[in-house]
């Protein structure tokens, strides 16, 4: 029985990067020798072991035989018999296909170091189309490693969209599109992520929502970028850069959607695109069974950004209403993400990444003023609830209407 440290803890310690988590691969056991050992078995589509000490996962090395359609379309053998290098050519990706021995010793059967020095994320081998996840996967890498130059070669690109021409896309089940979106929304550089669906076709099929925006203008006083999919990008580039969240950077990515409805002979203009927009979010938050919190912060961002961006043209009881609406008052913590999530809309727009977003900071001071009104005993003495409620709202007003405003409207 020999054991192998293998798959993204080896590439990320050759990348100089500490693993989030390690697994390993164990050659020439059974089951039954991993249970007299103490680990414990977990899954039922292939032997997986916890360690009795650790809980880190080891996995019986194994090859894999496509019998259907889909990622779940997979007969898995193992064996005592199935090598090292066996298991490693059934992986996705070269630079994921690297093992470290015991002794230090790496088994590079597919030439992932050669890759990880060229920056490059190439697929092991030709049954790299059996498995639709790994188009989202791949994105989801690029998302991660594009900031330290990492491209996908020519040849992946191609099968990838293949993979897409011939279906197999359309057979990933929702939960699992939605996991690797999320999870590509918290790295470093999600437009590339969106770029690459977009160039492999797999965006119209599993997020036809947002290939939608592609090719739709926008006006270019506000928008110097013109198209709504680039606006996108450059709105996931400015996210990720003020957060790492990737339930704001969600609401950032949808915030939009409506545009992509606007009538040709309406364009640039997009009059009513949030109250549209709020649809479609909820039309994709039910199609890939989204977390309400997710789904939650991107209504507020789709319908209501437009008002967030003219915050300093707002009158006093129209930035009230705002807070109502939005529930600020009771969450604040989720009014400030909304406000990340649209200064990430705002900074998005090509020549405007610079340009300072003071509409953020007065709205939290407006929030403030307003959370900070209390009642005392003597005020709500002989008043009905309704007459305390209005007596409370007025005093909140007056306090937002107090506060000095900068000037730097914003469409």
């Known amino acids: 029985m020999e054991v192998y440290l293998v798959g993204g803890a080896v ?6 990067r500490i693993p989030a988590e390690r697994d390993w691969v164990v050659v020439g056991a059974t089951p039954a020798d991993m249970l007299a050992a103490g680990y414990r078995q977990v899954g039922n589509d292939f032997p997986v072991f916890l360690h009795p000490g650790t809980g880190e996962e080891y996995a019986l090395a194994r090859t894999e035989r496509k019998t259907g359609p889909g990622y779940l379309g997979f007969e898995t053998r193992h064996s005592p018999e199935v090598t090292l290098e066996d298991d490693l050519r059934r992986r996705d990706l070269t630079i994921n296909a690297i093992a470290r021995a015991a002794d230090g010793k790496l088994i590079d059967p597919v030439g992932g170091q050669r890759d990880l020095e060229a920056r490059i994320l190439r697929h092991v081998s030709p049954a790299f189309t059996e498995d639709p996840v790994r188009v989202l996967r791949v994105a989801r890498f690029l998302a991660r490693f594009a900031p330290l130059g990492f491209t996908v070669a020519p040849e992946t690109l191609a099968l990838m969209c293949d993979m897409v021409r011939a279906g197999e896309v359309d057979a990933l089940v929702p939960e699992r599109v939605w996991q690797e979106t999320a999870r590509a929304l918290g790295e470093p550089a999600p437009q590339a992520w969106l770029h690459l ?5 797999a965006l119209a099929r599993i997020l036809p929502e947002l290939d939608a925006l592609y090719g739709v203008p926008q006006p270019i006083r506000w928008h110097p970028e013109i198209d709504t999919g680039l606006h996108m990008e450059l709105v996931l580039a400015a996210a990720a850069g003020l957060t790492r969240e990737p339930r704001i950077v969600c609401a950032a990515l949808l915030h939009d959607l409506g545009k992509g409805l606007t ?7 997009h009059h009513g695109h949030g109250q549209k927009g709020a649809a479609l979010v909820q039309q994709l938050a039910r199609r890939l069974r989204m977390p309400n919190d997710y789904r939650d912060l991107a209504l507020l961002a789709a319908r209501w950004h437009s008002h ?3 915050a300093l043209e707002l009158r006093a009881g129209t930035v009230l209403e705002l807070l109502e609406t939005c529930d600020a008052l009771r969450r604040p913590e989720r009014f400030s993400e909304l406000l990340v999530a649209c200064e990430a809309d705002y900074r998005g727009r090509g020549a405007f990444t610079a340009r300072p977003y003071p509409q953020a900071g007065y709205l939290e001071q407006a929030l403030q003023a307003a959370r900070a009104v209390a009642l005392t005993a003597d005020d709500r003495t002989d008043r009905s609830g309704e007459q305390i409620g209005a007596l409370l709202r007025e005093r909140r007003l007056a306090a937002v209407a107090a506060l000095p405003r900068p000037w730097n409207p914003v469409e």
Not at 11 to 16: F, I, M, Q
Not at 263 to 269: G, L
């Open 11 to 16: 590439r990320d310690l050759l990348l100089g």
């Open 197 to 201: 669906l977009r160039d492999c076709g």
């Open 263 to 269: 009538p040709r002979e309406r364009w640039p203009a």
């Open 308 to 310: 967030v961006h003219r």
